[in-house]
């Protein structure tokens, strides 16, 4: 089962929901990637996706994302069947 723990920058998207767990298959080209779970929670939460991934299919300069404890730049990165996913926006000040 696929975890995947979102901030509160996509409350209006996710009606509140933090976390969303759901299991992935592998397509059969190959492995999961980021990009199969970001695809899966567009399916559940519509116009997330574009909130995380801009026009050319890059995250986003304000996100950062981490599949288990490493931050990944490339929505090809792998994922596997029980990874946990955090997706995590920029704070700003002055």
């Known amino acids: 089962m696929i975890r995947v723990f979102l901030p509160s920058q996509l409350d209006d998207y996710t009606e509140g929901a933090r976390e969303q767990s759901f ?4 397509p059969p080209e190959g ?4 990009k199969d779970v970001i695809e899966a929670l ?6 997330l996706a ?3 991934v801009d026009e050319h299919g890059n995250i986003r300069r304000h996100i950062a994302m ?18 946990r996913v955090q ?3 920029a704070l700003s000040g002055g």
């Open 42 to 47: 567009e399916m559940r939460f519509r116009g």
């Open 23 to 26: 299991a992935l298959q592998a």
């Open 87 to 89: 997706i995590v926006g």
């Open 66 to 83: 981490f599949v288990g404890e490493t931050m990944v730049r490339d929505l090809s990165a792998p994922v596997n069947p029980d990874s």
């Open 50 to 52: 574009f909130r995380v």
């Open 31 to 34: 492995s999961l990637t980021l």
